[in-house]
């Protein structure tokens, strides 16, 4: 059973940068694909950045395209989101998930099985 904890949210100031972290065991994350989730209050979550499980193919929403990169240290079966230039409507509670057997790449949600618990990202001046 794959596990995914996710770390890296906290407090950060409009412009600035945070980098999340989520760590996978159980097994092995390459065969999956993995994908950044938000949710802020009153609002459905939402596919921020995904990443296919062999191909390199990667999506992005639009709201954080050019902003936001996903990527991949396999060495530590960890998955990155890196973000930058962070604005107020970025606040959320952001998801690692991951799933396997997708033949294509997809954001949605609903595809994804497995899911970290979350960490609070807050941007705010």
């Known amino acids: 059973q794959l596990q995914l904890v996710e770390s890296g949210g906290g407090l950060v100031q409009p412009g600035g940068s945070l980098r999340l972290s989520c760590a996978a065991s159980?097994?092995?994350?390459?065969?999956?694909?993995i994908g950044w989730f938000r949710q802020a209050p009153g609002k459905e979550r939402e596919g921020v950045s995904c990443?296919?499980?062999?191909?390199?193919?990667?999506f992005y929403a639009d709201s954080v395209k050019g902003r936001f990169t996903i990527f991949r240290d396999n060495a530590k079966s960890t998955v990155y989101l890196q973000m930058a230039s962070l604005k107020p409507e970025d606040t959320a509670v952001y998801y690692c998930?991951?799933?396997?057997?997708?033949?294509?790449?997809?954001?949605?949600?609903?595809?994804?099985?497995?899911w970290g618990q979350g960490t609070q990202v807050t941007v705010s001046s």
């Open positions: 990443a296919g499980a062999s191909d390199g193919s990667t």
């Open positions: 998930a991951a799933v396997n057997g997708l033949a294509h790449l997809s954001c949605s949600s609903r595809w994804y099985g497995y």
């Open positions: 159980g097994s092995n994350l390459d065969y999956h694909a």
